[in-house]
């Protein structure tokens, strides 16, 4: 038979540069979505619901470097505490909701034996957290010290988490429920006067070796610090408080 009568495939110069293009593309895309999966992992892993315990990177700890609390800080529970416990906090990160009813616990059980101070630590890639952070500054500048408090309690308890877990049209509303003058509070927040303060505490954080939330810093009344890394259970992180309060 000859060749002329043969079925042999036609191979289209443009159409195997198109394929392999088309392969190249798929590719690269696959490698980029998990590179962004693995590096948002790393900084905080997990999300709401999730019982695993967290894993976050071991800090390089410098805790003597932490910033002396003062007045400008929000502290929860008696100033005169002989252990105070400053946490480094994300109101969108999944661990920092499941973290803050542990907090509320160690301060239900110590009383005044024991203060936990509030610092902000919004993570790059929660879109949310930074304005909320801004917010609860706002609704302490109009309300005080207990509505800073009453303001962030309601966050975790609404927020669904994993950066846009409490959406920011409904932070005006949340100062109007507890009290606060709605005009007055966007006002504040839509100045942005807040923003370098956040900044400043979760620098602060970061130069203590916090890398990831939430961080709590145990400070006992001798000065002594220790490092909680991540979100423990009331369990685990009892008896380093009942060491720091010996």
């Known amino acids: 038979m000859s060749s002329e009568n043969s079925h042999k ?55 003597e470097a932490m910033p002396k609390i003062t007045d400008k800080d929000h502290i929860r529970g008696s100033k005169d505490a002989d252990v105070v416990l400053v946490n480094y906090s994300d109101f969108e990160c999944p661990f920092c909701k499941r973290f803050h009813p542990t907090m509320q616990q160690i301060m239900k059980e110590y009383g005044n034996k024991v ?83 956040v900044k400043e505490e979760m620098s602060g954080g970061s130069t203590a070796g916090v890398n990831g939330t939430p961080g709590t810093i145990i400070v006992s009344k001798s000065g002594k610090k220790q490092f909680v890394n991540g979100a423990l259970p009331y369990e685990q992180i009892k008896p380093m408080i009942d060491e720091a309060l010996k």
């Open 115 to 197: 203060a936990w101070v509030y610092r902000h630590f919004p993570l790059a890639f929660h879109a949310n957290a930074q304005k909320e952070a801004e917010a609860s500054d706002c609704a302490a500048e109009l309300g005080g010290n207990d509505v800073f408090w009453k303001y962030t309690d309601k966050i975790y308890e609404k927020t669904t988490s994993n950066g846009t877990g409490f959406a920011l049209d409904q932070l005006g509303p949340l100062a109007k429920e507890l009290g606060l003058n709605e005009s007055k509070f966007k006002q504040c927040l839509d100045s942005g006067k807040y923003a370098k303060h």
């Open 9 to 63: 495939p036609s191979f289209n110069p443009i159409t195997i540069l198109l394929i392999v293009t088309a392969f190249g593309i798929g590719y690269l895309y696959n490698k980029v979505q998990i590179l962004e999966k693995k590096g948002a992992n790393n900084a905080q892993a997990g999300a709401v619901g999730n019982n695993a315990p967290q894993q976050l990177p071991e800090p390089t700890a410098n805790l």
